[in-house]
């Protein structure tokens, strides 16, 4: 058996030099040949030659975080709140733009804060009717290529780069929602809410269709073709209801508030 003791001149000097630095990154610890060239603060202190990895996905990782963060930050104290959708392109002169109107002027009657896309026609409506009455009114913008400032009625408001972080603020904060006429935004939104509800990801998120002319005959498919295949389970009556009255579909968006 060979003896340790008798290992070549040397040998012992050789090790205890290899493994004399200790590098700590963090909770981990490297020594000898595991010791990186390059430290941790050298690294992020170096000027960048490319900015290639401001478009790479860690980078919009740490963006997408940002935007929660910021958004659970502005809303997180907004208290009851009810979510108005429409489309942008309503006039003013319009009778569904002075319907969206009424009903943020409700909405703030109630104490209830009325949480719109921020832009113009039914969302600039709703946030018109919630601050001329004195409430809150949110807006939530996104960032588009030919998108306009939130509307001059917003007395709090926050633009988003991504449609999903803003969506989940709309769902987070609203326990229920009125949805006017609009294109494929509108129904992005209206489904969104109606999917989260049959997966059963939200308990209870009551929404209000104003304007019969206009919903009754996606409905009329909804419960008919799509119904008839097989696609769907039947819609709970008291979740989606069609109607004309404003001061009906108020009470819809509001039959979802907890109890205060």
């Known amino acids: 058996m060979a003896d340790e003791s008798k290992d070549a001149p040397g040998a012992q000097e050789v090790e205890s030099v290899l493994f004399a630095q200790t590098y700590h990154k963090g909770p981990v610890i490297l020594r000898g040949p595991m010791i990186p060239e390059q430290t941790t603060t050298g690294n992020l202190l170096a000027t960048e030659d490319s900015t290639d990895w401001l478009h790479m996905d ?53 104490g209830v804060a009325v949480i719109t896309g921020g832009g113009p026609g039914i969302m600039e409506a709703a946030n018109r009717g919630a601050a001329v009455a004195g409430g809150t009114s949110v807006g939530l913008g996104i960032e588009l290529p030919h998108e306009q400032e939130l509307n001059a009625w917003v007395n709090l408001g926050m633009t988003f780069r991504y449609f999903f972080v803003r969506k989940t603020m709309f769902v987070k904060y609203s326990s229920g929602a009125i949805v006017f006429p609009g294109g494929f935004g509108t129904l992005d939104e209206l489904f969104e809410l109606l999917t989260l509800v049959q997966t059963h990801k939200v308990k209870r998120m009551p929404a209000a269709l104003v304007g019969a002319d206009y919903w009754h005959g996606l409905f009329d498919w909804i419960s008919g073709t799509m119904l008839d295949s097989g696609y769907i389970s039947p819609l709970d009556p008291a979740l989606v209801q069609i109607t004309d009255d404003v001061e009906e579909a108020v009470a819809v968006a509001l039959s979802g508030m907890p109890e205060r």
């Open 58 to 110: 860690p980078w919009r990782v740490m963006r997408i975080q940002a935007e929660f963060v910021d958004g659970f930050g502005a809303l997180a104290e907004l208290g009851p709140a009810v979510a108005i959708f429409g489309s942008a392109r309503t006039p003013r002169n319009d009778s569904m733009y002075r319907a969206a109107r009424r009903a943020g002027k409700l909405l703030a009657a109630h």
